[in-house]
Every structure is written in C-alpha cells, then in structure tokens.
Nanobody, 124 residues
Framework: QVQLVESGGGSVQAGGSLKLSCAASGDISTSCRMGWYRQAPGKERELVSSSSSSWTTSYADSVKGRFTISQDNAKNTLYLQMNSLKTEDTAVYTC??????????????????WGQGTQVTVVS
C-alpha cells in the first residue's frame, strides 16, 4: 500500500505561481506512472500532467507551457510547478501513482493509488 500526501495548494492571484508536492510512502522510482489530476466544481476530473517510468511527460493542452511536472526519487516526491495561473485553473488537485503488478508495468490493471487532494484557488 502506498500513501500519497499532497501539499502546496492555496489561494493565489491570477498570473501567480504555486508549486504542489506529493509525498509518497513508497519508492516512486519503481512506479509505472505518476500524475496530477484536477477536478473543478461541476466538472469531470481531468488529467493535468503525468510522468512515466521512461521519463516521458505529458500535459493537458490547457496547461502546456505553464505547468511543469517533476519528481525527486530520492525524496519520493512528485511536484507540479504551476505558473501564469488562471482563474480556470481553480480546482482540487490530486496526485496519483501507478505501480506495477507482478513486477511489470505491462500487467494491467496496475496498482493505483490516490492522494486526498489539495485545493488550488486562483482569484482575479
């Protein structure tokens, strides 16, 4: 069982920056993929950014060029640097991790873990 704990959320003015952290209780260097999701009120949860075990990163079109995902395996921590924040970025941001089943990321479903989420509010 892997626990994920997010931090770094808060309220910021439009145009500002926040850096989210996700501390994992397990060795994230063995994960298949880690990512950040967000859910705004009345909207479906969406994948904001992810980072795979092959160091491939992806971003939602709405955050490309503004958000950067990174991870520090020594600290077992995933980050999301958010710059040029917009009011539409307001949401609960949740960290997620996929770990291999039976020793390989090729087996599905993987072991999926979720954090509790952290609120990000961008005000104009």
């Amino acid at each position: 069982q892997v626990q994920l704990v997010e931090s770094g959320g808060g309220s910021v003015q439009a145009g500002g920056s926040l850096k989210l952290s996700c501390a994992a209780s397990g060795d994230i260097s063995t994960s298949c993929r880690m990512g950040w999701y967000r859910q705004a009120p009345g909207k479906e949860r969406e994948l904001v950014s992810s980072s795979s075990s092959s160091w491939t990163t992806s971003y939602a079109d709405s955050v490309k060029g503004r958000f950067t995902i990174s991870q520090d395996n020594a600290k077992n921590t995933l980050y999301l640097q958010m710059n040029s924040l917009k009011t539409e970025d307001t949401a609960v941001y949740t960290c997620a991790a996929e770990f291999p089943r039976a020793g390989t990321c090729r087996n599905f479903p993987r072991k999926n873990y979720w954090g509790q989420g952290t609120q990000v509010t961008v005000v104009s």
